[in-house]
């Protein structure tokens, strides 16, 4: 079983950056596929970008692509750099782990999910 702790969240203005962190533990890290997810007040949870396993592959939904870099290290840390946030970015960033390679963008997919981080843009 995966346990996901996330961090970077917070307050920033429009057209700042923030960079959010998923530490993984407990598991094989290496054989997972991570991702981000995001949930926004009276939405649903919405992929946001996704690394396969290896690194090769990635998935960003349309309305961050271009400003979101997903990134992972060899070790336990996955990484979300995000520029020139704005403020329908608003919302509680999950870090979210599945078995094996393939990229997923239903929160089904998932098997382990992180407790969350607020990240509110104001404008």
């Known amino acids: 079983q995966v346990h996901l702790v996330e961090s970077g969240g917070g307050l920033v203005q429009a057209g700042a950056s923030l960079r959010l962190s998923c530490a993984a533990s407990g598991s094989t890290f290496s054989s997972y596929t991570m991702a981000w997810f995001r949930q926004a007040p009276g939405k649903e949870r919405e992929a946001v970008a996704a690394?396969?396993?290896?690194?090769?592959?990635q998935y960003y939904a349309d309305s961050v692509k271009g400003r979101f870099t997903l990134s992972r290290d060899n070790a336990i840390t996955v990484y979300l750099q995000m520029n020139s946030l704005k403020p329908e970015d608003t919302a509680v960033y999950y870090c979210?782990?599945?078995?094996?390679?393939?990229?997923?963008?239903?929160?089904?997919?998932?098997?382990?999910w992180g407790q969350g981080t607020q990240v509110t843009v104001s404008s």
């Open positions: 690394i396969s396993w290896s690194g090769s592959r």
């Open positions: 979210a782990a599945r078995a094996g390679s393939r990229i997923g963008t239903y929160d089904y997919e998932y098997d382990a």
